[in-house]
């Protein structure tokens, strides 16, 4: 991280900053406040969006665990983002990818939905891996791209995928 953590506990200036600072730790709990939370409790405002973003995108949309967490994973790859890799990875698998998807998730390059589905992932699991791809690298998704997201899984879960991968 380029900038130093605030206070573990932190210090709130005000009566709305300790507010915010329990909704992170209410999402948080049973565990503690992580390394993220401590760096954008500098800006309350930004920590508070952040956390009903990633609570909405976490634990309130109709996305699969295994969806899910394929996006997030790829995203780290592309990113080269290791540490969100190494924890979002064992939580794909518990939601159903093999180890071989997972393989094919880690992979180096660009991954395109024209080609034929790896063995270890379902045809959903690589939609979603080459979406989060395509996204991540180019901003702009392929309207081939788009229209086969579209037909599986419609308006509702395109708009969950999306808001997976941005998170």
Known sequence: MRIPYVANPPNPASAEEAAI?????????????????????????????????????????????????????????????????AHHAPLAEEGGV?????????????????????DGLTAEQWAVVCYADEMTRNVQVRDETFAKLREMFGETGIVEITATVCF
């Open 98 to 118: 093999s180890k071989e998807g997972m393989q094919v998730v880690r992979r180096e390059g660009e991954l395109r939905l024209a080609d034929p589905v790896p």
């Open 21 to 85: 600072v329990e909704r992170i730790q209410a999402r948080r709990a049973p565990r503690p406040l992580q390394a993220l939370d401590l760096a954008l409790l500098h800006a309350p405002a930004v920590a508070d969006g952040w956390n009903s973003f990633l609570g909405a995108v976490r634990t309130r949309t109709g996305l699969a665990a295994d969806l899910r967490e394929i996006a997030i994973s790829r995203v780290a790859v592309v990113n080269r983002a290791w540490y969100e890799w």
